[in-house]
């Protein structure tokens, strides 16, 4: 029986990266966390010098603060997924977790650790940055450089809404959402009908 893939990324999607994050900014650079905007325009606006120094923060996140097990769910997702899932959606986390170096032990444990705490279901998880090379019949993903690279390769993909992605215009094959309700009526549109 030929299931519909929903393929999901977490960070920005499903997990709060970015909340947490600003908080574990905050206090590696000892300021008040009101110092530092939600939706800056880049996460340079927080503070961090260039890419060498997120990465260190990166790691220090992880490693130190267990970054991906501490994330809060974004609003909505654990219980969507759960709901799709029993409907008979199978769900394939597509993650880019991996894309900090020698961190990837705690990368892998926090994140299904995480997954099983908020009753996340899903059959397959792949930890890669070359997302169009796996297989769904609709990605959701928050970052630009994905979502454009999958709606290339002719993927249908849903832009979950934050301050890295407004720039994103929709299309035949891309489609936003702004929260976990409009997330799960798009899904089961494409489901149903084939298209959007
Ligand atoms: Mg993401």
Known sequence: MDHFVLGVDLDGVVA??????????????????????????DISEWGIDGQEEYERIHHFAVTERKLFTTMKPIPGAPSVLRRLSDNGIRIRIV???????????????????WLDHYGIPYWDICFLGEKSAVDADCFVDDTPEQINRLAKSGRHVIVYTNFTNSKIEESDLIRRADDWGKAKELVEQLRDRHSW
């Open 16 to 41: 709060d990266f970015y909340g947490q994050l600003r908080e574990i900014v905050a206090e590696w650079f000892d300021r008040s966390l009101d110092e530092l905007p939600v939706d800056p325009k």
């Open 95 to 113: 993650t880019h977790r991996l894309v900090t170096k020698r961190i990837h032990q705690p990368s892998i444990i926090q994140t299904v650790k």
